[in-house]
């Protein structure tokens, strides 16, 4: 009996768990979105590489927008995506506020490291580094709220870092190509001195396109060198 007992609450608890995870991401995944509509004829890939990862807003939003960051993301490589599932990632596009999404709700009215003192995460486009990366839709581009070449890549980077790599960024072997190649790859901006900041920009512009990468290997070999070994 004591044994029955046992089990209910294990099943009970991973249920709590599971819906609990659920309602935090509060979205709807690529699959369940209606076919004939202009989200699903401007995706590019196979959405079944990302319909695990990717969650749509509840409400309206800019198909054209959501389908160009599921193209970028989807573009990545599959023993990466692989990865960020299994470690149970997810990406969370939204409208409005970022702090408005449960995940975030906690940092209303704070001011992010690197911004200005009148702009607070409410402002803000995008965060990662935890299960769940929020990104605004139509803010993916350099000067929509935030100065990364790319915000998807950005903050998923973060959470790669974090979770997959286990902190990457804060190694020796990472600090030593950053403090050699900093300046070359992005002169006079210290956000990027941060190891995890420069660790996430420097994906983005590995995988964003050929022309980014390129200009990657250009400016800082060691840096590209290490992502190409890395993935």
Known sequence: MRKWVIFFLIVTLSLVSVTTSKASINGMRIIDFPKNSQLYESIKISPN?????????????????AAKIINRF????????????????TLKLFTGKLTDNPTARQLKGKIPRGYPANT????????????????????SDKGKGHGSINLELHEMAHSIDHIILSNVSQTKEFKTLMENEHEKLFPGKSYF??????????????FLNSESKAQLKWKAPETYYFFKNLF
């Open 120 to 139: 607070t995460w409410d402002d803000v486009p995008g965060i990662g580094g935890g299960k769940v990366v929020l990104v605004k839709i139509g803010a």
């Open 49 to 65: 590489n990302v319909n695990q990862i990717i969650f749509l807003p509840p409400k309206t939003f800019d198909e054209k927008e």
């Open 193 to 206: 001195e941060y190891p995890e900041e420069y660790f996430a920009e420097s994906f983005s512009m590995y």
């Open 74 to 89: 989807g573009s990545l490589p599959n023993s990466l995506l692989s990865k960020i599932y299994q470690n149970g990632i």
